[in-house]
Nanobody, 115 residues
Framework: VQLQASGGGLAQPGGSLRLSCTAS????????MGWNRQAPGKERELVAH???????IYADSVKGRFTISGDDAKNTVYLQMNNLKPEDTAVYYC??????????WGQGTLVTVSS
């Protein structure tokens, strides 16, 4: 399984960015897809995930600002990030979890929020 992420970059506080992640390869028994992030000097943390049944989970820090959605036909998950804050600055990693408990990770895309 390969995960290709895109959409990171520089945004001003209050601005928006949209991340995309497309999965390819032998994709079987997917449980969820989503995003985690890691800021400098901090541990990687969950941002938002969407289960195959459509249930979503968000970190408290992004609720009301970020929206995760998926396109099953394209094996793609999106993260719409609005009202960005400097503390959202991090490397964002796409994640795909399968039924066996294996987690796949993308290469990471940098999001910088700064004026």
């Amino acid at each position: 399984v390969q995960l290709q992420a895109s959409g990171g970059g520089l945004a001003q506080p209050g601005g928006s960015l949209r991340l995309s992640c497309t999965a390819s390869g032998s994709i079987l028994s997917v449980v969820s897809m989503g995003w985690n992030r890691q800021a400098p000097g901090k541990e990687r943390e969950l941002v938002a995930h969407i289960a195959m049944g459509g249930r979503t989970i968000y970190a408290d820090s992004v609720k009301g600002r970020f929206t995760i959605s998926g396109d099953d036909a394209k094996n793609t998950v999106y993260l719409q990030m609005n009202n960005l804050k400097p503390e959202d600055t991090a490397v964002y990693y796409c994640n795909l979890a399968v039924l066996t408990g294996v987690n796949y990770w993308g290469q990471g895309t940098l999001v910088t929020v700064s004026s």
